[in-house]
């Protein structure tokens, strides 16, 4: 029979082997990456969050040495998207890109519990894409306390456009009237371009809209801005107020930010976040952002986390008030 081990010189192996996996994750967290890294985002390529998503994963290439490469998978309001990152390893080698849809399309499905909150583990948040109120110009009002007031008196007669039921800007709308009382009749549609000439043309009267969407009618004076939906005036119409000024706590606006595989090591994520971070501090990244409607939108990955949390409670109640419904 072999001799045991003496008891001191057992359990300092013991105590060796447990400790094991926590410096191979430090050691890991340590040269990460050291090989290409996917950021899955949920939508089609070539629009605005796209844009921003490679813009980004440029800035991570070049800092840390490694390719970081956008892989697009559209489908079920990102939720294609989430599912593929969501069974990943959890090593920082695929993320998710996450955009609004992330959180609000399982509250119209009725999902009890977000499955971004609980499967994917929040890295940074990257910008905000403010959004604008505008009218006809046929509508007779200037600023946005003439229209509550014109709204009140024609109460279900003036028609919101929107780009479908659901989407970011009729949430907006539906916000709108939750604050303010006032009744619009909301009509959807494929997206803010088929809306847009309907809005010009005055079959609708007013829109809640992403500004990079709108801005070209507003500069060809062919809209008119009331205000922006976020809570400061933005460089891109500094002349126009924000909604908050009269309508007091009104806040929206599209958000864009990262997520990891839950588990995924802090060192990884603190890592991601710091380098984002330091670009969106950059002058040169900012522009480029800023050139697509994004609003630099930096913190740490707890804050970011917190901001999904409030975004969920916020929007699920609005959603719950208006019964949104899915398509």
Do not use: C
């Not at 996450?98 to 009890?112: A, W």
């Not at 909150?117 to 009218?135: F, H, K, L, N």
């Not at 046929?138 to 946005?144: I, L, N, R, Y």
């Not at 913190?299 to 916020?314: D, H, I, M």
């Amino acid at each position: 029979m072999k001799p045991s081990l003496p008891r001191r010189q057992f359990l300092r192996l013991a105590a060796t082997a447990a400790a094991l996996p926590a410096a191979s994750r430090i050691a890991h967290a340590q040269v990460y990456p050291d090989r290409p890294v996917r950021i899955v985002v949920g939508i089609a390529a070539g629009g605005a969050a796209d844009i921003i998503a490679r813009l980004v994963a440029q800035w991570l290439s070049e800092r840390l040495g490694q390719r970081f490469i956008v892989e697009n998978r559209p489908g079920a309001f990102g939720k294609l998207a989430e599912q593929t990152v969501a069974a990943a390893a959890p090593d920082g080698y695929t993320l998710l890109y996450v955009t609004p849809p992330n959180v609000t399309d399982p509250l119209i499905h009725g999902e009890q519990k977000s499955s971004l909150i609980r499967d994917i583990a929040p890295v940074a948040s990257i910008v905000r894409t403010p959004g604008i109120m505008e009218v006809n110009l046929s509508v007779p009002v200037k600023t946005v306390p003439e229209f509550i007031a014109y709204a009140k008196a024609n109460p279900r007669k003036i028609n919101m456009a929107t780009p479908g039921p659901g989407s970011g800007p009729h949430l907006y709308g539906e916000l709108f009237m939750m604050m303010t009382g006032v009744e619009l009749v909301p009509v959807h549609y494929h997206g803010s371009g088929p809306a847009l000439p309907d809005l010009i043309g005055n079959r609708v009267q007013v829109m809640f809209d992403i500004i990079v969407s709108s801005i070209e009618q507003i500069k060809a004076g062919k809209l008119r801005p009331l205000g922006v939906t976020t809570s400061t005036r933005i460089g891109l119409l500094p002349d126009v107020p924000s909604i908050s000024d009269y309508v007091p706590g009104y806040e929206a606006s599209g958000w864009q930010g990262l997520g990891a595989p839950k588990k995924t090591a802090q060192q990884v994520i603190d890592k991601l976040n710091r380098e984002i971070n330091v670009g969106l501090a950059d002058r040169s990244l900012k522009a480029r952002l800023a050139s697509v409607g994004g609003q630099a939108f930096p913190g740490s990955a707890a804050e970011f986390g917190t901001f999904l949390t409030g975004e969920t409670e916020k929007w699920g109640k609005v959603i719950r008030a208006a019964d949104i419904k899915p398509d």
